[in-house]
């Protein structure tokens, strides 16, 4: 999995052609995205049928960067080829693209994964391990982690005394937190382990809500695993390594409602 000379100058080749913000004249993306030539794609800037954030732009050497939309034609383009990478994280890394504190993050252990820039889809806090997606499909992040469509998270918590069955029927009807209920789908204890050893499925992703769910009951979490997300689990992936997705994985993703 290392970059090897060939990715090492196309990075170099690319830093020399770009702007160190990763900005690009507006002319070449068009081109990296399909659409014609740069000197075609001037004729169409000039036309006033492109749109950059949704204005029309006709100024020549106009610059995008990753985070601008570009639409032609009543499409939106992208020059980069859509990146679904699957985690299996460690405990002690932070789950954001960088820290100003220069903590170790998720990305250091994707690094050689691909090289597009990926983002982590939700959180998992420091100490929490398990499964974690990474991707450059903003649309499909969008639709896993927006609150409507709840993408099923499945965790195994393992706490500092056993849990009586009564809480764990708590769970499920809810528990009063400061920012409202917050309720688990299913809730038991982990087949052939303790009853300090739970199992708890929820498509809730709100920040560190298992851990504080059971806070609220007087229990400690010594030790949380997400074992499973939007159906995708860390069967056969060490902790801190990480694979791409199946064609079929990211055909089943996108095709959730």
């Not at 009807?173 to 009853?195: P, Q, R």
């Not at 809730?204 to 030790?223: D, H, L, P, Q, T």
Request: charge should be positive; proline fraction near 3%.
């Amino acid at each position: 999995m290392g970059r090897g000379p060939d990715r090492a100058s196309k990075r170099g080749k690319k830093a020399e052609e770009g702007s160190g913000d990763g900005r690009i004249r507006l002319n070449r993306y068009l081109s990296n995205a399909g659409v014609a030539s740069r000197r075609e794609a001037d004729e169409l800037i000039k036309a006033g049928v492109v749109q950059v954030n949704g204005v029309i732009v006709t100024e020549m050497g106009t610059k995008v960067g990753p985070g601008d939309r570009v639409h032609y034609g009543g499409q939106r383009l992208s020059t980069e080829k859509k990146r679904y990478v699957l985690l299996n994280k460690p405990k002690d890394f932070i789950t954001t693209t960088d820290d100003p504190r220069d903590r170790r993050t998720v990305m250091a252990l994707i690094d050689d994964a691909c090289t597009e820039r990926l983002y982590p889809v939700g959180r998992l806090d420091r100490h929490t391990t398990g499964v974690l997606l990474m991707t450059n499909d903003g649309d499909l992040a969008k639709k896993l982690t927006h609150p409507s469509h709840g993408a099923e998270k499945i965790y195994y918590a393992t706490l500092d005394k056993s849990v009586t069955k009564a809480d764990l029927d708590k769970l499920v009807k809810g528990i009063d937190l400061e920012d409202g209920m917050a309720v688990a789908d299913e809730a038991s204890y982990v087949v052939g382990g303790t009853k300090k050893e739970v199992g708890l499925k929820l498509h809730m992703g709100r920040n560190r809500i298992v851990r504080r769910m059971f806070e609220a009951m007087g229990y400690e979490v010594v030790k949380l695993d997400r074992v499973v997300f939007a159906g995708l689990t860390k069967k056969d992936l060490p902790r801190g390594k990480w694979r791409h997705l199946t064609e079929k994985e990211v055909l089943f993703l996108s095709k959730r409602k």
